[in-house]
């Protein structure tokens, strides 16, 4: 197709250049002034002197000859009479017109290949135009299908939670559909059904401490909250009789302080209710070197309530350790005396302004914790 558009377009720009050059060399051939530059002059026709006494009776032969000569002078005027008399302005002349032809064909044939660039340019942005708007249709059509996909699923993860007689559901049945839309991320629907199933144990602990772990774990403030309230509340449901414990990973043995602030006051009492469900002689000393590792990190957070709860905490931890090792290996690997950790829960304890007290919550938390170990001491 461009092909032929170039040769139609240049033909008839060819066409045009040679019909303007064969004119201008006729209207030069032509011109009167070219014909008296070249050194020629009409032949015109001279009367008898007078005085000759040949005149009109001359000699036949005479007029004759002039009159030959006159015809021939006639049969050399016209379109090609200016070739001998001087070839070589009529040389220049198609020689400039050969120019100018030359010229106008170069500019035109430029003009061309400029508009067949910006007419392929168009062509491409079109079709890229084209493709882009297929893919935004395709990718709209792939995420209607998705979300249609999650919808149903969500619908069937909530048709588990009965039974089709109108009784309720399994706990299998109901942590099945927990771990359904906490996959598909209605990570928020996940935690208000978890809330449902706590109070009346139809969750195993570590499926709930797995929603909890994605909540707190995540970037949404309101969900860390909800899940760190979930593990305040329910502390109790953690700690199983065989004396197996279960906590979020994000907060084990470690301390995440990009956390909301009420979702770190509510990991916090969490921490001292579950302790406060064993006595010290129940637990496994690595439960507690994992949970002193936490508070340890909760005493370098800016929130300066925090730091003094935790430091208190620390303090009741290391004092259980401090009776069965000498040492605690810090989460970076390096071994630190249980000597040195006393002194510097003191130090900062110290440090900590007089001003500042650990919230309520935190305060009866521990409360509660120092009553039941003593309790458990004397028993």
């Known amino acids: 197709m461009i092909g032929g558009l ?48 040949s005149g009109a009776a001359g000699d036949g032969h005479s007029a004759d000859s002039n009159s030959v000569n006159t015809d021939a002078d006639a049969d050399d005027d016209g379109l090609f009479g200016i070739l001998d008399p001087d070839a070589k302005v009529l040389a220049a002349v198609i020689t400039l017109l050969g120019t100018l032809v030359g010229a106008a064909i170069a500019y035109s044939a430029n003009r061309v290949s400029q508009g067949l660039k910006k007419f392929e340019l168009t062509i491409r942005e079109q079709s890229e135009a084209r493709q882009a708007r297929y893919s935004e249709r395709q990718a709209d059509r792939e995420d209607r299908a998705e979300r249609r996909l999650k919808i149903d ?25 927990l771990f359904a839309l906490m996959e598909l991320g209605h990570l ?82 969490a921490l001292i209710s579950v302790l406060a469900v064993r006595v010290p002689a129940d637990w496994d000393i690595g439960y507690f070197i994992s949970l002193y590792l936490t508070t340890r990190g909760m005493t370098e957070d800016s929130d300066k309530a925090i730091k003094a709860g935790a430091a208190l905490v620390s303090k009741v931890l290391m004092s ?4 069965r ?7 970076d690997g390096t071994r630190s005396d249980c000597s040195a ?24 938390a521990l409360d509660t914790l120092k009553r039941v170990w003593a309790q458990g001491e004397r028993g």
């Open 6 to 53: 170039l040769r139609s377009r240049l033909g008839r720009l060819v066409q045009r250049a040679l019909c303007i050059a064969t004119f201008g060399v006729v209207a030069v051939c032509s011109s009167p002034a070219l014909a008296q530059a070249s050194g020629r002059t009409p032949a015109t026709q001279t009367d008898a002197d007078p005085e000759d006494g």
């Open 341 to 364: 950790e006393t002194k510097r829960i003191d130090k900062k304890l110290s440090d900590i302004d007089q001003a500042v007290d650990p919230t309520g919550a935190v305060l009866a």
């Open 188 to 269: 928020d629907f996940a935690l208000v059904l978890l809330e449902s199933m706590l109070p009346a144990d139809q969750v195993e602990p570590s499926a709930a401490i797995t929603v909890i772990e994605r909540a707190i774990g995540g970037p949404q403030e309101d969900q860390q909250c909800q899940a760190a309230a979930l593990l305040e509340n329910y502390s109790y449901r953690f700690v199983s009789d065989e004396g197996i414990f279960y906590w979020p990973r994000s907060v084990d043995g470690t301390w995440n302080e990009k956390l909301h602030a009420d979702a770190k006051h509510s990991v916090l009492v």
């Open 325 to 331: 090792y000498n040492y605690v290996y810090l989460a």
């Open 153 to 177: 699923t969500m619908l069937n993860a909530l048709a588990q939670l009965g039974t089709p007689d109108g009784q309720e559901a399994a706990s299998s049945q109901k942590t099945a559909a």
């Open 320 to 323: 259980q350790i401090s009776k």
